[in-house]
């Protein structure tokens, strides 16, 4: 009966209870009701409620394991609407929450057993909450960061234009320097079996340096090293790039060689202003997402030489710095209050 009621069965929800039973009756007396339930990451209590409900109701009662005879049909949720605002409340006393913890804070509190996917689909379906891998801010970043950030650059600008000069005659853009490497293992790929891919891991050096521009030209170039003076050399690259604008404004990172004085005199040299993130504060420079893209690129290549790599870098920043999708919400955040580039993303 089992086996038909299986065949048969469109419901998720039931195929489940179904498939514990169909795993009781064709495996070995040797394997445990519990050693199925941790096959099927599902609580022991709760395999025990679909057999009671078997054994009494039937195919019936495992719609319905939880239906007593008496009051509205259908299985009671162990947690009402009331209760999930209360657990809303308790998960936003911490950014963030693993299954597991979410799951013994429900048992303490409410004493409901669920199981980890139950607890995702709470979380997710009626939580609207999000899982992902969390960003990592460093403890020294300061707390008004982005506020920091805002400030400043709202202050270059005003001071840019009391001198006369209009948002057309300033290019902005941010720069970074990276240097990708061929053990690089972030894609996400569908695959059979294992999923494993065959790479060259030899150490291939290809130091980066990129101006992500969201007014103006982005422009990169490959460091012979990672010095002051190589990074010093690039600037008249920008200046060269965008050389229709009056000035150049460049957001970049607290990096010990970006105050150095030959960056400096550089800067001063080519009407670049240099602007600096708040320290510990690299999620505030959009080009990190290029970076990203560029590294996935590479996670899923061969590559056979220094050259081929650089090409490869080359290829993934000519697409990706072409868009300003990366900075879109940088820009409304930061300077739309005192220019218009939003209507660049449009």
């Given at each position: 009966?089992?086996?038909?009621?299986?065949?048969?069965?469109?419901?998720?929800?039931?195929?489940?209870?179904?498939?514990?039973?169909?795993?009781?009756?064709?495996?070995?007396?040797?394997?445990?009701?519990?050693?199925?339930?941790?096959?099927?990451?599902?609580?022991?209590?709760?395999?025990?409620?679909?057999?009671?409900?078997?054994?009494?109701?039937?195919?019936?009662?495992?719609?319905?394991?939880?239906?007593?005879?008496?009051?509205?049909?259908?299985?009671?949720?162990?947690?009402?609407?009331?209760?999930?605002?209360?657990?809303?409340?308790?998960?936003?006393?911490?950014?963030?929450?693993?299954?597991?913890?979410?799951?013994?804070?429900?048992?303490?509190?409410?004493?409901?057993?669920?199981?980890?996917?139950?607890?995702?689909?709470i979380l997710r379906n009626?939580?609207?909450?999000?899982?992902?891998?969390?960003?990592?801010?460093?403890?020294?970043?300061?707390?008004?960061?982005?506020?920091?950030?805002?400030?400043?650059?709202?202050?270059?600008?005003?001071?840019?234009?009391?001198?006369?000069?209009?948002?057309?005659?300033?290019?902005?853009?941010?720069?970074?320097?990276?240097?990708?490497?061929?053990?690089?293992?972030?894609?996400?790929?569908?695959?059979?079996?294992?999923?494993?891919?065959?790479?060259?891991?030899?150490?291939?050096?290809?130091?980066?340096?990129?101006?992500?521009?969201?007014?103006?030209?982005?422009?990169?170039?490959?460091?012979?090293?990672?010095?002051?003076?190589?990074?010093?050399?690039?600037?008249?690259?920008?200046?060269?790039?965008?050389?229709?604008?009056?000035?150049?404004?460049?957001?970049?990172?607290?990096?010990?060689?970006?105050?150095?004085?030959?960056?400096?005199?550089?800067?001063?040299?080519?009407?670049?202003?240099?602007?600096?993130?708040?320290?510990?504060?690299?999620?505030?420079?959009?080009?990190?997402?290029?970076?990203?893209?560029?590294?996935?690129?590479?996670?899923?290549?061969?590559?056979?030489?220094?050259?081929?790599?650089?090409?490869?870098?080359?290829a993934g920043w000519s697409?990706?710095?072409?868009?300003?999708?990366?900075?879109?919400?940088?820009?409304?955040?930061?300077?739309?209050?005192?220019?218009?580039?939003?209507?660049?993303?449009?």
């Amino acid at each position: 009966m089992v086996r038909i009621y299986l065949a048969q069965e469109h419901d998720w929800v039931v195929r489940q209870r179904l498939t514990l039973l169909n795993m009781i009756v064709e495996l070995p007396e040797s394997v445990t009701l519990a050693d199925i339930c941790r096959g099927l990451n599902l609580p022991l209590s709760t395999a025990y409620v679909w057999l009671r409900a078997w054994r009494k109701h039937g195919y019936s009662g495992l719609n319905h394991p939880l239906e007593t005879g008496e009051g509205v049909p259908g299985r009671r949720a162990a947690l009402g609407e009331t209760d999930l605002v209360e657990l809303r409340l308790l998960l936003e006393r911490q950014p963030t929450w693993t299954t597991a913890q979410v799951r013994e804070l429900i048992k303490e509190r409410w004493n409901v057993d669920y199981s980890p996917s139950q607890v995702a689909r709470i979380l997710r379906n009626k939580l609207k909450m999000r899982f992902g891998k969390p960003y990592p801010h460093d403890f020294r970043r300061p707390p008004d960061a982005a506020a920091q950030l805002e400030e400043n650059l709202i202050r270059v600008y005003s001071d840019l234009m009391d001198q006369g000069l209009s948002e057309k005659d300033i290019a902005l853009g941010f720069l970074d320097e990276a240097s990708p490497q061929l053990t690089a293992n972030t894609a996400r790929v569908w695959h059979f079996g294992k999923g494993a891919v065959v790479k060259d891991t030899t150490k291939r050096k290809a130091n980066t340096v990129g101006f992500y521009a969201i007014a103006g030209r982005s422009v990169h170039d490959f460091l012979s090293e990672s010095t002051a003076a190589a990074i010093a050399e690039f600037l008249p690259k920008i200046r060269a790039a965008n050389a229709e604008y009056s000035v150049v404004v460049v957001v970049l990172d607290n990096f010990a060689s970006h105050h150095a004085s030959v960056l400096q005199k550089a800067a001063e040299d080519n009407d670049i202003l240099l602007v600096y993130l708040p320290p510990y504060s690299p999620d505030l420079n959009p080009v990190e997402f290029i970076w990203k893209t560029i590294k996935r690129a590479i996670s899923i290549r061969f590559v056979h030489s220094t050259e081929e790599m650089r090409k490869v870098i080359t290829a993934g920043w000519s697409d990706a710095a072409i868009h300003c999708t990366f900075a879109k919400s940088w820009i409304e955040r930061f300077v739309g209050s005192v220019i218009t580039y939003k209507s660049i993303c449009t």
